[in-house]
């Protein structure tokens, strides 16, 4: 069904309902994510492709050198580590120097508080359910003030953005006599210069802060899971069709929505006794402690951090799998070494333990809802124009007909290196598939790689003490993106 919809029906299931929240300050207007196919989407995708296929553009060295040594500083001290934290400020700084050739988290101090801050606040307030989305009538009165608080915060972002950005939006054109940086930036504002660009400076920032602080994972539709929840829901049809779940969800009102759920059957909804989509705690779509359909309480740490974070935490979990990751690395990179890139292709066991992570825990469990262009059948099910799209990712990665011990983490299953991620193994779409594909997915990648094999070479992990590896909560809260419930401390020791 998955791939009906992302490579046969690709065309027609490409579009985005963009949410009110996601229109302040035009936002939308400058989104990759939220723009619909056509020339301007086509074009900034070209541009981020381009770039971040170059990934020689990545300063890893300098941004994981500041990681390395702030985990040996960390180790010197007996100081744990929230793998959050370090994962959201060394991933900020790797895309910032990517993208604009400047550093703009520093591991130790507190100066990017604000901005983590003020993107906690967009991702909260763009995955709480709101009126105006489904009332149009409300939509101008903007009954929550979500949209409001969301300018709020835009703006502030935006005011720190112009401070990094203003001084190379002003040398442009002067020169200065040293070489043009070749940054997604510089390209950003050639576009920007062509003779029949709508492209604004205003857009840029924009596109940079959904590219840069992973706007990309806010603003959709925070879908819970509890199957029970869904079933009871008085609007809800649920269907097992070619051994595939296909959740049919009919909200009527102004307009009919519907809603598709695609995904595995056993996993599905109702899945696994993991703490997965069906712990009822996190509340489902009729809300709940997270708050159901919106509500996301964490702390804004992207798909990158998420990643990472689980990777971690696995390998925590799994000391005999973190043996193997350890050994492979002294196998490969010197002692005190610096992981480069140059090195990620010969790490095999440490790429299959990332493809095990992301079956697991895939950082956008929905992906992005897609929206039918037009009415279409699919499968046998009419999907009405404009519908929401929902690919159940989480569910594939769980469903014991694709999988063998589909709850357990076994990195040896990727080793034959026949399944990957790059949206032709439809067992493994964590980054999507077809013409919205995550454009982003080379770097992040790489990211990944680099940022795991530099925590764990040259380092010992230790637990907080009295917390034994089986003990270790591997509770998700879902949402937008799908995030460790407790986030993960461990204190580095250098050996
Ligand atoms: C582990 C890290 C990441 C994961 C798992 C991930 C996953 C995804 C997924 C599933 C989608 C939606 C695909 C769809 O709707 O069919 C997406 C879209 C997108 N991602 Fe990523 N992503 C990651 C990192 C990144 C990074 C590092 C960037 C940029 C620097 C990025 C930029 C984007 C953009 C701009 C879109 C919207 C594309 C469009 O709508 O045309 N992503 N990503």
Partial sequence: MAQEILQKNDQVCSGRAVPSVAQAMNHHKASILWLPVGTKWRKL??????????IHHLDAKNCLGKLQDYLQECSNRGRAVDICEIGFKTSLNLLSSTFFSVDLAHLNSSSTQEMMEKVQVLIKNLGTPNLADYIPLVKLIDPQGLKHKTEVSL???LEILDRTLNPRFQSRGISTGSPRKKDLLEALLDFNQEDDSDFSLDDIKHLLIVSGVRLAKCGWLTLGGDVKRLDGWPLVKSVE????????VLFCGWRSWWFCFVGGGHGGFT??????????SHGGVTGGVHGGLGGDEHVAADTITDSVQWTMAELLRNPEKMSKVKDELSSIIAENKQV?????????????????TFRCHPAVPFLIPHKAETDITINGYIIPKNAQILVNVWAIGRDSRIWSNPDSFEPERFLDGKIDYKGHDFELITFGSGRRICPGMLLAHLMVHLMVATLIHNFNWKLEPGIEPEQLDMNEMYGISLHKAVPLKASPVKH
């Fill in 340 to 356: 480069e890139e140059s090195d990620i292709s010969r790490l095999s066991y440490l790429n299959a333990v990332i493809k095990e």
């Fill in 271 to 280: 899945g696994s006794n993991h703490g997965g989509f069906t712990d009822s």
């Fill in 45 to 54: 995708r070209k541009i981020c492709k381009e770039q971040m296929s170059t």
């Fill in 241 to 248: 069709h070619d051994r595939v779940m296909v959740m049919v």
């Fill in 155 to 157: 703006r502030r972002l």
